[in-house]
């Protein structure tokens, strides 16, 4: 029989289990096609150098993201709101524009990533990409949030794959352990490009916006904050570990061989030791769903963001009727970055990598924004940052924004 005191136990395990969601989607969308195609790149070209960027980056979101679902908590409103009331329309502009622009660049990438996986299938871009974009419009304009929300639950888990690559390919542990616990740089263009991808696909700049309006549409409070903050850092650490595994089985099984990518087919032999002769297929499949997934967050966040900003009607339950600018923008990310892949000669690897690229630049002038919004007494109260979550995002802008400089000062002066 169940007694009254067994229901109490239970209820806080239930409403643990059913807050799950936001947190791990938008982490698990970070590794998309541009943040599998990042990673590999990372491990084929530097080894195991750039391993332990993942640790630093990995708790840099978890700062970043854990702020985005406090905000949401205290205040009800979504960033895009609150950019818009603390900085006002000029500010605001500048904003979403970054926005549309970094996830434009992304959702290039997505279908970038579509195109590679189905063509290690035998499937032509020009048949793939299109078919592509009509799903995800359908399955988000015409689906429901909570089935679209489930399915991008489900496709996530295909990344386990990399988990096993990494233990089967035979690292060396000790020089694994040195390139994750000790720093190394390279001042070279290609390392200091390649760290700035990493972090525009880590701390994705639609991760904040995304992961705060989902909060808001769920009603969060300040009550469930500790419930969030356990989402936050769950679904972050899991997708850290499956960037980490990638950056290390491409550190071990191409970097030997001295293999560079160029192609879905040179990153796909990373996984020849979990998959085999099939690893072109697995690798196909995961980076398939990664796309896809992302190619659903990324318009939607865009659409959202904006609409708020601005005060339009949203909603995936809107009609266009209804919800004109919502229904525009999501469906103009999703024709751009199928219609930019459909273009012909283009280097799918080096798009997908260039728009994490896109992303990292324009991350630390986002993150101005939200440092400005959670350290507002006026708005967040006593929910304000402590000082050990301000040293770590002003670090990380600061870090992010010194990369660009180098890597732009590299350009002018022609090193490298």
Known sequence: MTTATDTKRRLPFFAFLAALGPGIIAASAGNDAGGISTYSVAG???????????PVMTLSLIVVQEMAVRMGAVTGKGFAALIRERYGLRPSLFAMTALLVSNAATSVSEFAGIASAMGLLGVSRYVAV??????????????????VEKIMLAVSSVFVAYVAAAFLAGPDWSQVARGTLVPSMAMQPEFVLIAIAMVGTTIAPWMQFFIQANVVDKGV?????????????????????????????????????????????????????????????????????????????????????????????????????????????Y??????????????????ISIMVMSQVVGGVLLPFLLIFMMGIINDRRIMGRYV????????????????????????????????
């Open 385 to 416: 940052n402590g000082r050990t979550f301000n040293m770590i995002a002003w670090t990380t802008i600061v870090v992010v924004i010194s990369l660009t400089v180098v890597l732009l000062g590299m350009t002018v002066l022609g090193i490298g």
């Open 44 to 54: 084929a070209e530097f080894g195991y150098r750039m391993l332990w960027l993942l």
């Open 221 to 329: 409070t300040t009550a469930d904050l500790p419930v969030r903050r356990i989402d936050v850092i769950s679904g972050t650490v899991a997708a850290g570990v499956i960037a980490w595994c990638i950056v290390l089985t491409t550190g071990t099984v191409l970097a030997p061989a001295g293999v560079k990518i160029s192609s879905a087919t040179d990153a796909a032999a990373a996984l020849a030791p979990v998959g085999g002769a099939h690893a072109a297929w697995l690798f196909a499949a995961g980076l398939l769903g990664a796309s896809l997934l992302a190619a659903c967050v990324l318009p939607l966040t865009a659409a959202y963001a904006f609409c708020e900003a601005f005060g339009f009607e949203r909603g995936i339950d809107r009609s266009w009727a209804e919800a004109p600018v919502f229904n525009g923008i």
């Open 331 to 348: 469906t103009f990310v999703i024709l751009f970055g199928a219609a930019f892949v459909l273009l012909p000669g283009l280097d799918l």
């Open 130 to 147: 299109p078919l592509a974009a009509a799903l995800v419009w359908l399955l988000v304009v015409r689906g429901s949030y909570k089935r």
